[in-house]
Every structure is written in structure tokens, then in C-alpha cells.
């Protein structure tokens, strides 16, 4: 599903920011919209929220089911406060520096375990939203908003393979 939809994420997200990368005011910037987004309890609250809805739009999504996918990125996107390098993926900035060290890790092995399971929306949501606050808000943006748009099997082992820093001995995809 997110076939190159992140980038529309990811211009929807950088739009929005009050300040541009450089630190200069974006005068197009939406505070109030990223903070009504970040105070939705459930995806239900965000996707009556305008910016979901203008997320839904520049996403290309026509069918009313996807408007919780769309409110889902919008809510946790709007509590990112920098965007990362794209490398490493965000469950492996997440994890662990070695696999015999999971007390390194930024986001614990119990509180990700909680997020590969998270099945619901609203429990992705709150899952996702706790890794980013964890992250400090910097989070490299395609690998989270790939992950929010299509939240499969094969991304959540991928994930698993990624936050253990074992990607290399990962099956091929």
C-alpha cells in the first residue's frame, strides 16, 4: 500500500512544520493542526481533524476506508519533531546495539515487542506514538510512515530483523 505514498507523507508532514530544516519560520507551518493531532486519543478523534483529511487527499486514497489509515499517519506524524537520515530504519535506531545488549536499546524489547503485535489502529497509534516520543521526536520518516501505511507481516519481521541489528542474516524479501 505505501508504494512511494511516504513521499506525499512525508511533504504533507514537512508542510505543516512551523520552521523550515534551515530553522527559517515556514510560513505555510500549522502548529495548531499538528497539536489537535497530537492530542487525539483514537484514530476515530483524528480523522475528523482537517489536516487528516488534507493527508488523506495528497495520499491519493479515494475510499472512505483509508481515511483511518490517513488519520493514523497524521496523528503520529504530528508529534515527529525532526526528520532523521533515512538510514538506519527507525526499528533499528530503535533497538539494541548488539543483540547480547538489549539495555542499550532506545525503545526496550518488551515496549517492542508491544508495538510488532499491535494490531488495531488505535493500538498503533499509541504504540507508535510512545517509539517516537522515545526517539525524542527525530525519526527517519519513510521507514515510519512505510510502516504506518502498510503495517503487514512481512514489515513487522522485517522490523524484528532491523531493531536486532540481524538484517543480515535476514531470509531474502
Known amino acids: 500500500m505505501s508504494d512511494g505514498k511516504h513521499v506525499a507523507a512525508v511533504a504533507w508532514w514537512r508542510r505543516l512544520q512551523p520552521n523550515f530544516a534551515d530553522g527559517t519560520r515556514n510560513p505555510e507551518g500549522d502548529r495548531a493542526a499538528?497539536?489537535?493531532?497530537?492530542?487525539?486519543?483514537?484514530?476515530?478523534?483524528?480523522?475528523?481533524e482537517?489536516?487528516?483529511?488534507?493527508?488523506?487527499?495528497?495520499?491519493?486514497?479515494?475510499?472512505?476506508?483509508?481515511l483511518p489509515t490517513a488519520a493514523l499517519v497524521a496523528a503520529v506524524l504530528a508529534g515527529v519533531r525532526e526528520a532523521a537520515q533515512p538510514f538506519p530504519p527507525f526499528a533499528r535506531a530503535i533497538g539494541?546495539?548488539?543483540?547480547?545488549?538489549?539495555?542499550?536499546?532506545?525503545?526496550?524489547?518488551?515496549?517492542?515487542?508491544?508495538?510488532?503485535?499491535?494490531?488495531?489502529?488505535?493500538?498503533?497509534?499509541?504504540?507508535?506514538?510512545?517509539?517516537v516520543a522515545i526517539a525524542g521526536g527525530k525519526v527517519p520518516l519513510r521507514s515510519l510512515t512505510e510502516a504506518l501505511l502498510d503495517w503487514s507481516e512481512e514489515r513487522r519481521r522485517r522490523w524484528i530483523f532491523d531493531y536486532w541489528n540481524a538484517t543480515e542474516r535476514a531470509p531474502a524479501a
Open 34 to 48: 499538528l497539536a489537535k493531532l497530537r492530542r487525539c486519543a483514537t484514530v476515530t478523534e483524528a480523522m475528523q
Open 50 to 66: 482537517p489536516a487528516a483529511i488534507a493527508l488523506f487527499r495528497e495520499l491519493g486514497f479515494t475510499h472512505p476506508d483509508d
Open 96 to 131: 539494541p546495539a548488539e543483540m547480547t545488549a538489549p539495555e542499550t536499546a532506545l525503545v526496550k524489547p518488551l515496549r517492542f515487542r508491544r508495538l510488532i503485535e499491535a494490531d488495531t489502529l488505535d493500538e498503533r497509534l499509541l504504540v507508535f506514538r510512545r517509539a
